[in-house]
């Protein structure tokens, strides 16, 4: 039976910080800010799959009071959501993501990103979803303050 999990996630951009989506580190004069190295895509995609098999969040798993996540790419809490969904003995079916930039443009670095999380997951690239839109100009996003980014996955489960 196929379990759906949903997952969202925002950071803030400052100066300072590199930009990293989908473990694509993409030019830009703002990066965001965080205890890991902040992908927003990632941490979206990590609840998804979380939630799926019933689990908590990833922050749950991998404080930002914890020095080791200092930091950290976000590639490896992917892979602890993988080893989880192993471990429930369960199997990816699917990911598709959303993320809500205003700037810079995403189009170019998608194709590395589902490479990215292709590999940290174990499954092929076309299990994987990833769009990006703008905010239109509104509110925080719309304002280059911040970038989000949504997620849902499915998650084969045996009954
Ligand atoms: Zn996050």
């Not at 076309?126 to 905010?135: L, V």
Request: hydrophobic share 45%; proline share 4%; glycine share 12%.
């Amino acid at each position: 039976m196929v379990h759906v999990g949903i997952g969202y996630d925002v950071h803030a951009l400052v100066e300072g910080r590199k930009l990293i989506l989908g473990g694509v580190e993409i030019p830009h004069a703002k990066g965001l800010d965080g205890h890991s190295d902040a992908d927003a895509l990632m941490h979206a995609i990590c609840d998804a799959l979380l939630g799926a098999i019933g689990e908590v969040d990833i922050g749950h798993f991998f404080p930002n009071s914890d020095p080791r996540w200092r930091d950290a790419p976000s590639k490896v809490f992917l892979e602890e959501a993988a080893r989880q969904i192993s471990a429930s003995k369960g199997r990816i079916v699917n990911v598709d993501a959303t993320i809500i930039a205003q700037e810079p443009k995403l189009f170019p670095h998608i194709a590395g990103m589902k490479a990215n999380i292709a590999a940290a997951l174990g499954v092929k690239e076309n299990q994987i979803g990833i769009k990006a839109t703008t905010n239109e100009h509104m509110g925080f996003i719309g304002r280059g303050e911040g970038i989000a980014a949504m997620a849902t996955a499915g998650v084969d489960l045996q009954p």
